[in-house]
């Protein structure tokens, strides 16, 4: 395992790249309603991007050898979809909710970020589940300290989402960020007796992502080769950001300015 360690300077580069992936964000969360279809965000996404002089993370990123490069410059992730939807002519209807992650590269340094978005009028049980999701991220943002460990973010994410009445994703995790988007560590959001338990130090710059289920943690990859949803149709959400571990406690990296 090699984990990078960012000097103050770096981070703050990478600060400025989490800026504009914020801004992007809420742009796109400002634009979500009945009726938009998941590729006139990405179009969104895209143009602005190219705007601000970054370049996209997604875009044709190979995940392993004989799969399709990822078409999107968003993922767009709809209901019972948990990450890596593929953006597409689906129309949003009222009461759905839509997971959208973003990654970006500004002048070499990566942002990594995202957030669910009701889609108008929602279920209280949506709202709770879309809730419970923001707050997990929070609480595992808080255990990213010199001197605690990996499996403390994980354990405090895992142990919020379940006291109610959720269930944390198993399959995919968060990671370090840096030059490149996806850096060692894995950041899980659970605690399992042969996962690394590595202490953390000031300098580590980590995306915590709690992916979070209404029902059962289960989940399943679509005939796509990149969408992933949950096994028994319940739905999901999912929040992001990028942060650095400072002697002065967690700085989130991904904050518009």
Same mark, same amino acid.
């Given at each position: 395992m090699?984990?990078?360690?960012?000097?103050?300077?770096?981070?703050?580069? +990478?600060?400025?790249?989490?800026?504009?992936?914020?801004?992007?964000?809420?742009?796109? &969360? &400002?634009?979500?309603?009945?009726?938009?279809?998941?590729?006139?965000?990405? #179009? +969104?996404?895209?143009a602005e991007l190219a705007r601000r002089g970054g370049v996209s993370c997604f875009k044709n990123y190979v995940i392993q050898p004989g799969v399709?490069?990822?078409p999107g410059v968003i993922c767009a992730s709809v209901n019972d979809e948990i990450v890596h939807g593929i953006p597409g002519k689906r129309i949003l209807k009222e009461g759905d909710i839509i997971s959208l992650d973003f990654g970006a590269s500004f002048n070499g340094w990566v942002g990594d970020s995202g957030l669910t978005v009701p889609v108008g009028k929602i279920s209280p049980k949506s709202q709770h589940l879309i809730d419970v999701t923001y707050k997990a991220?929070? $609480?595992?943002?808080?255990?990213?300290?010199?001197?605690?460990?990996? #499996?403390?973010i994980g354990r405090a994410v895992q142990e919020y989402v379940e006291?109610?009445?959720?269930?944390?994703?198993?399959?995919?995790?968060?990671?370090?960020?840096g030059r490149t988007m996806h850096e060692d560590p894995l950041v899980p959001n659970y605690v399992a007796k042969d996962m690394a338990n590595l202490v953390l130090k000031a300098g580590m710059v980590l995306a915590i992502e709690p992916m979070v289920n209404a029902g059962k943690a289960g989940t399943r990859v679509l005939s796509d080769h990149w969408t992933?949803?949950?096994?028994?149709?319940?739905?999901?959400?999912?929040?992001?950001?990028? $942060?650095?571990?400072?002697?002065?406690?967690? #700085?989130?990296?991904?904050?518009?300015?």
């Open positions: 090699a984990i990078i360690l960012k000097s103050a300077s770096q981070i703050e580069k +990478m600060r400025n790249a989490g800026a504009h992936v914020a801004e992007i964000l809420q742009i796109l &969360a &400002a634009a979500v309603k009945p009726g938009i279809a998941t590729e006139e965000l990405d #179009q +969104m996404a895209e399709p490069p990822y991220r929070e $609480v595992g943002i808080a255990q990213a300290v010199p001197g605690n460990y990996l #499996q403390d006291a109610n009445g959720c269930s944390v994703v198993r399959h995919y995790t968060g990671h370090g960020v992933v949803v949950t096994a028994d149709k319940s739905w999901s959400a999912y929040f992001e950001h990028t $942060v650095a571990i400072t002697e002065t406690g967690p #700085q989130i990296l991904t904050l518009p300015r």
